[in-house]
Nanobody
């Protein structure tokens, strides 16, 4: 069993920055992909960024060049550095560990609000 605890959300002005952290307890395998999703009101949850244990990353087009995902394998922690924030980045951000197509773990979510 994996438990995920996110931190670092909050209120920020347009153009500002925030750093999200997600600490995982339990066993994290080297094959697990860690990532961040977000869900805005009235919208579907969408992938923001993901990272493998080897450091390969994947980003949504909407955040490329503004967000950076990183991972500390020794600490079982994944980070999301968000910059040049826009009001459309406002959402609840969820940490995710994908072990297989059928097995995923989710954090409780952290609110990010970008004011215009």
């Amino acid at each position: 069993q994996v438990q995920l605890v996110e931190s670092g959300g909050g209120l920020v002005q347009t153009g500002g920055s925030l750093r999200l952290s997600c600490a995982a307890s339990g066993s994290i395998f080297s094959t697990d992909v860690m990532g961040w999703y977000r869900q805005a009101p009235g919208k579907q949850r969408e992938l923001v960024a993901s990272i493998t244990s080897g450091g390969s990353t994947n980003y949504a087009d909407s955040v490329k060049g503004r967000f950076i995902i990183s991972r500390d394998n020794a600490k079982n922690t994944v980070y999301l550095q968000m910059g040049s924030l826009k009001p459309e980045d406002t959402a609840v951000y969820y940490c995710n560990v994908k072990r297989s197509a059928l097995l995923k773990y989710w954090g409780q979510g952290t609110q990010v609000t970008v004011s215009s």
